[in-house]
């Protein structure tokens, strides 16, 4: 499954520099386990993550239920790429 993909169609609707968006995948050694990172400019991530985490959640669920279908365990990871002042 392309789940850069699946997370594109989720988050490019909620950002403002969709070009800036870098989705990486890291399949873990147990072949169960993905680890994806996505990484955008600070306002953006913060928008991806939301208030108290609502919407990182909503979209790790979404995500989630994405990966049952191929038997894998989804981990995201929200980062910035500006560095906090």
């Known amino acids: 499954m392309d789940y ?3 997370i594109h169609a ?3 609707p ?4 969709k070009e800036s968006i ?3 995948q890291i399949e873990e ?7 994806i990172i996505i990484a955008a400019n600070k306002i953006d991530t913060a928008r991806l993550i ?3 985490g609502t919407i990182a959640n909503a ?3 979404v995500v989630s239920v ?5 038997d894998k365990h989804i981990h995201l990871q929200f980062e910035s790429f500006e560095e906090d002042e």
Do not use: F, H, P, Y
């Open 59 to 61: 979209i790790r669920e």
């Open 29 to 35: 050694d147990n072949g169960k386990d993905i680890k």
């Open 4 to 6: 850069e993909k699946v």
């Open 14 to 17: 909620l950002v403002e520099e």
């Open 50 to 52: 939301g208030k108290k």
């Open 22 to 24: 870098l989705i990486r």
């Open 66 to 70: 994405a990966g049952k279908s191929t």
């Open 10 to 12: 989720i988050i490019d």
